[in-house]
Nanobody, 121 residues
Framework: QVQLVESGGGLVQPGGSLTLSCAAT????????MRWYRQAPGKQRELVAT???????TYADSVKGRSTISRDNAKNTVYLQINSLKPEDTAVYYC???????????????WGQGTQVTVSS
């Protein structure tokens, strides 16, 4: 089985920065696309950033220019750094990843349990 475990959330003042991490553990042959989503109270889950296996990235307009998604393939980990945090960045942040467990196996998408980010003074 594959598990994704996020960390790095917490309480941050407006204008601050933080880096979220998401580590995939378990029996893993290869990881393809990795993504960060967020969900604020009463709102739909929003795609924040993506990174493919070649390192190509995309960002939501809401974080573009102040956010960086990256990955360490040796550690099966994806990161999300957000700078100039705003109260509207407050949400539970989730990662997901497309994982193949064996060379001939099926690629499945797994989700982490989420980490709370609160931006407040």
């Amino acid at each position: 089985q594959v598990q994704l475990v996020e960390s790095g959330g917490g309480l941050v003042q407006p204008g601050g920065s933080l880096t979220l991490s998401c580590a995939a553990t378990g029996s893993i042959y290869s990881i393809y696309g990795m993504r960060w989503y967020r969900q604020a109270p009463g709102k739909q889950r929003e795609l924040v950033a993506t990174i493919n296996s070649e390192g190509t990235t995309t960002y939501a307009d809401s974080v573009k220019g102040r956010s960086t998604i990256s990955r360490d393939n040796a550690k099966n980990t994806v990161y999300l750094q957000i700078n100039s945090l705003k109260p509207e960045d407050t949400a539970v942040y989730y990662c997901n990843a497309d994982v193949r467990q064996t060379r001939l196996g099926t690629t499945l998408t797994y989700w982490g349990q989420g980490t709370q980010v609160t931006v407040s003074s």
